[in-house]
RNA sequence: GGCGCGGUGGCGAAGGGGCUAACGCCGCGGUCUGCAAAACCGCUAUCCGCCGGUUCAAAUCCGGCCCGCGCCUCCA
């Protein structure tokens, strides 16, 4: 099977294939940098990195570009507020966002253009519109008509005519329409400010967008991305313009992740029910948020709670024992390679380990088929964990014969190219800070327990348990020795 | 008012005309272990909001109803 997408534009999911072979273009709106991201802002930023990271994966060369909408109302007020220039707002929260999406291990884009850095190319297609008739100068603004672009509403699916009879568009004073949108806003006394044909002001929200997508991936590209709320009336603009600029379809597929709710309401700025990704990073693992986000398909609903973070953290556990029992049991069988230990020239693999790298090799592709059927990351992690289920089997078994190795290797290669690679489930996160000094007491602790084991002296072994336990330090007496880990990033 | 999405076990969540209704979490029982933890095995929805219909066959299709939510205004 072929990867397959929900198009937004078509309503039904469609083969995927890019324009250029082997080549992926796509878009994904970035945050206006006024305030820290929320973790509605983080989903859009997992999915589609994940959905990148897939690309990748599927051997295409992906150009990814995310904006920063650095030139805003809520920009200028909370800059009013601070009493600070507006760029050094806009410039600090750029700064704080790539902080959290390190944490989350999400990749960097390719290019993360800036308004605020192309306000001469917005300027030029500003102009451009007005000269094509699909725009027009009012005192200092300038507006985009939406009745001169008959296609408009074709990604929403609603008619103007229908929008206009709702009747709660407010009419601008100048607006020939109520459902025209601003290109440029003419600057109030104090608000930062570009010089332009039609007097001092800022670009409108829509048309950075419209201008950063076509200047970086061409007029017609294969993939754009953003939240469900971007729909209408963001996205719906940017065709507008960007296909009135250059007459060609502009994005061929258009993606659209589902809110996260709390209790079952839209997290959302304006309501007060929303919560900045760092608090929640200080308090669940950054492993363990990305498990949450990509656990549900990324059209649904995603609702919010504590247990269900919490559910997260035990469930990524559960991926990491597997993963560190899979380490120990390589690295006892003679490392990835296959080593010469056990596995002598030309001896045939066990029938156990035959059938491990069979079924690795199956759940892989079936790994593959869910994320084919529009990136189904739900459904891959229900594979991913039969597949930690049959290995953690395999392992318990102690199994050492010929061909061992070469299995063990093949899981682990599905658990760093599909668990680690695409999902990025098993990286990421804060850096020790202490300089190994927390692992070298524990390792001291351990050897001194590992003494007492020796000895059975039981008490003393079970009382340094204990007490490491209540430090967050959980050991674990595995065949090949002590494994330790901290409860909790 | 217009447009749209969803209601699956205790919780979360896949599936979406015919296979035992994935998977995770929780709970219970068991195996292993010095003990513990981890892991593994077993149990936990005769049933997929309700009522009709289509069909040899529906949780999956159609209609109606009930409930929840979203967009239509800044919002990921």
């Known amino acids: 099977m072929s990867l397959h997408l929900f198009n937004t534009l078509t309503g039904t999911k469609e083969e995927f294939v890019p324009a250029e072979p082997g080549f992926v273009r796509m878009y994904v709106c970035g945050p206006t940098t006024y305030n820290y991201i929320h973790l509605g802002n983080a989903r859009p ?149 570009w010089d332009s044909p039609w007097g001092p002001g800022r670009p409108g929200w829509h048309i ?3 201008t950063m997508a076509l200047k970086y991936l061409g007029p017609s590209f294969d993939i754009h991305g953003g939240g469900a709320d971007l729909i209408f009336p963001h996205h719906e603009n940017e065709i507008a313009q960007a296909e009135a600029l250059t007459g060609r379809p502009f994005a061929r597929f258009w993606l659209h992740n589902g809110f996260i709710t709390v209790n079952k309401e839209k997290m959302s700025k304006s309501k007060d029910n929303f919560f900045l990704l760092r608090e929640v990073l200080r308090r669940f693992r950054p492993q363990a948020v990305r498990l949450y986000l990509l656990g549900t398909h990324y059209r649904s609903p995603l609702d919010f709670a504590d247990e269900y973070l919490e559910e997260a953290e035990r469930a990524y556990e559960r991926l990491a024992n597997a993963r560190a029992a899979l380490d120990e049991a390589l690295a006892a069988a003679g490392g990835r390679e296959g080593g010469d230990t056990g596995n002598p020239e030309g001896a045939e693999a066990t029938s156990a380990a035959l059938e491990l790298t069979e079924r690795v090799r199956s759940l892989r592709s079936k790994i593959e088929g869910a ?119």
């Not at 884009?109 to 102009?127: E, Q």
């Open 45 to 193: 930023l997992v999915v589609f990195d994940a959905l990148r990271r897939y690309l990748e994966y599927r051997g295409y060369e992906v150009l990814y570009v995310q904006n920063f909408t650095d030139i805003d109302d809520k920009i200028i007020q909370r800059a009013r507020e601070e009493g600070l220039p507006a760029q050094d707002v806009a410039a600090r929260y750029i700064r704080e966002f790539f902080l959290d999406a390190d944490a989350l291990n999400v990749r960097r884009a390719s290019l993360y253009p800036r308004v605020s850095r192309h306000i001469g190319d917005i300027i030029r297609a500003v102009d451009d519109l007005i000269r094509r008739g699909y725009a027009y100068v009012t005192e200092g603004d300038v507006y985009f008509s939406v009745e001169k672009f008959p296609p408009y509403g074709k990604l929403s699916r609603r008619r103007p005519e229908e929008m206009m009879a709702g009747a709660r568009v407010e009419v601008g004073e100048d607006k020939r329409n109520p459902l025209d949108f601003a290109l440029w806003k003419k600057a109030r006394p104090g608000e930062p400010a």
């Open 371 to 489: 994320l084919d059927d529009d990136f189904n990351t739900a459904q891959a992690l229900g594979v991913l964990y039969e597949l930690v289920r049959e290995l953690n089997t395999f392992v318990n078994r102690g199994e050492k014969g010929p061909g061992t190795a070469e299995a063990l290797a093949e899981a682990a290669s599905v658990l760093d190219e599909l668990g680690e690679g695409v999902l990025g489930l098993f990286s990421g996160g804060k850096q020790e800070e202490d300089g190994g000094l927390v692992a070298g007491l524990v390792e001291l602790i351990l050897s001194l327990r590992q003494d007492a084991r020796r000895r059975k002296d039981w008490a003393t072994a079970d009382y340094l348990r204990d007490r490491l336990k209540e430090l967050g330090i959980i050991l674990e007496d595995t065949p090949h020795g002590v494994r330790w880990r901290l409860r909790r990033g």
């Open 208 to 210: 950075e967008c419209s």
